[in-house]
């Protein structure tokens, strides 16, 4: 078998998530990451078996510029063709950046440090078009919106915290304690098509499920001064699990990179 290590960028607007998914009763299966990306494997292996596993598997509408993945192929093909190969045969909201090959042993949802996430929102009157699918358009009801305010919450999230309040249900994991190394909302630069455009950056060693959006949707609840700086430090002491907000829509979240 052989092995490689890929680096893949997407757009999740028109897919259901990265994993693949079952044809349901009336034989349709919905597009997902994983499975546009395996059927453009079957046709490199001539329908041979193969593998494929992710660092990140990313909700419905979620994006990707640092996505990582481990391809393994029963055929012997170089890292550049792959990448050519797979390039030629995907549509054009998905990309493979960077193949190279890989061991066995390698595992890219354990063989990390961490990852890096943005959340882009527009606090334009009207939402613009040019980053309409990529960025959350948040319209306060105030007067003004708060960036400042919003960098204040945005340090109570840096360092080892419970995030059970800021995360979905997962039986799964055994811990909701998680170590963010940054946190800080910045201005985006998509001048100049579009402005007013902000982002959420955060980096961490590991998120839960829906993390970020919760986090994101906590922000702008404490923007509209739905929730208090004094609510957000007791939510981290991980006292209940009553969530302060509603999670953020799916759209503004984009994976930007893994963490070697």
Not at 171 to 186: G, N, P, Q
Request: proline share 3%.
């Amino acid at each position: 078998m052989h092995h490689f290590r890929v680096t893949i960028a997407y757009k999740g607007t028109r897919y259901f998530g990265w994993q693949a998914q079952s044809a349901t009763t009336r034989n349709e299966v919905k597009p997902t990451i994983e499975g546009t990306l395996r059927n453009a494997l079957s046709d490199i292996t001539h329908h041979q078996s193969c593998t494929v596993s992710c660092a990140s598997r990313t909700d419905g509408g979620v994006h990707a510029q640092g996505q990582v993945a481990k391809i393994t192929l029963p055929i012997a093909i170089s890292a550049q063709h792959l990448l050519q190969g797979l390039n030629s045969l995907l549509p054009t909201d998905i990309r493979i950046l960077n193949c190279e090959e890989s061991t066995q042993a390698y595992q890219p949802n354990r063989h990390n440090s961490g990852k890096e996430y943005h959340y882009y929102f527009s606090v334009s009157a009207i939402d613009n078009t040019a980053v309409s699918e990529i960025a959350f358009h948040y319209l306060n009801v105030n007067p003004t919106f708060d960036p400042a305010l919003m960098r204040e919450a945005c340090k109570l999230f840096v360092g080892s915290h419970d995030f059970r309040c800021f995360s979905s249900h997962d039986k799964k994991r055994l811990s909701t304690v998680r170590d963010i190394f940054y946190c800080d909302i910045l201005p985006a630069n998509f001048a100049p098509l579009a402005t007013n455009v902000y982002y959420l950056k955060i980096v961490g060693d590991g998120f839960l499920k829906h993390m970020v959006r919760y986090v994101m949707g906590a922000l702008l609840a404490l923007d509209k001064k739905r929730i208090s700086l004094s609510d957000l430090s007791l939510a981290l002491e991980g006292e209940g699990t009553l969530k302060l907000s509603a999670k953020a829509k799916a759209k503004g979240l984009h994976l930007m990179g893994v963490l070697d």
